[in-house]
């Protein structure tokens, strides 16, 4: 028995500083691993958000090509029809300005069928309506705190020939911003759209 002691005292175990040192480099991979992990969802919590800010934008654009074709169909001035969709859009005379808008969805038709029975009560019930803003930040946020800001620039285009109008250019640029951490961020979509009625190349 006592020779059974004596061997078992007589190993060697890890040392104070050993398992220091082991405690050290399990607790840096953990925290690296960690740190990796947090940083991995974040980068796809910001990329699901510029996604979703990058079609906001784009239905803002398609919104514009929308009002302007409508506009054509009723023989309206191409970018403003204010009986249809409430303040419209305005090209600014001067070249150094640009007007702000907001688009926001509208009903279309009734669900019960009850409501809308003629086309020009069905105007009322446009799919977009446009509001005039001020400024940027009067804009609303949607559902996932995007705000989308449509702007109207007059365009400079190349005369090619007597027959080209640049009053039927406009720039249109649709920005959906969003406050990611403190921070603005923004996605711009920018668009040239033209009176194709007026015979604008």
């Known amino acids: 028995m ?8 007589g190993k060697k175990g890890f040392t104070l500083t050993e398992v ?7 607790t840096v991979a953990i925290v690296s691993a960690t740190n990796l992990l947090v940083t991995i969802v974040q980068s796809n919590k910001n990329n699901v958000k510029t996604l ?11 919104a514009v090509r929308n009002i ?5 169909l009723h023989n309206q001035n191409w970018l403003i029809n204010e009986k249809i969709w409430g303040s419209g859009f305005e090209v ?11 688009i926001e969805s509208k009903k279309v038709f009734s669900m019960n069928g009850s409501e809308q029975d003629g086309i020009d009560q069905m105007q009322g019930y446009a799919p977009w309506k446009v509001s005039s803003l001020t400024d940027k930040s009067s804009a609303t946020s949607n559902e ?9 620039y007059p365009y400079e285009c190349v005369k090619v020939d007597l027959e080209v109008n640049c009053s039927d250019y406009a720039r249109i640029v649709s920005r959906v911003f969003w406050t990611d951490g ?18 604008a190349l």
């Open 144 to 152: 996932d705190g995007l705000k989308r800001v449509i702007y109207v």
């Open 92 to 102: 600014p005379k001067d070249s150094s300005k640009v007007n702000m808008y907001e």
């Open 182 to 199: 403190g921070s603005e961020k923004d996605v711009k979509l920018n668009e040239i759209f033209t009176n194709w009625k007026g015979g």
């Open 2 to 9: 006592k020779n059974l002691f004596k061997k078992i005292s």
């Open 20 to 26: 220091l040192v082991g405690i050290s480099i399990l």
């Open 68 to 72: 302007r074709d409508t506009n054509w």
């Open 52 to 62: 979703q800010a990058y079609y906001y934008a784009q239905e803002g654009i398609e």
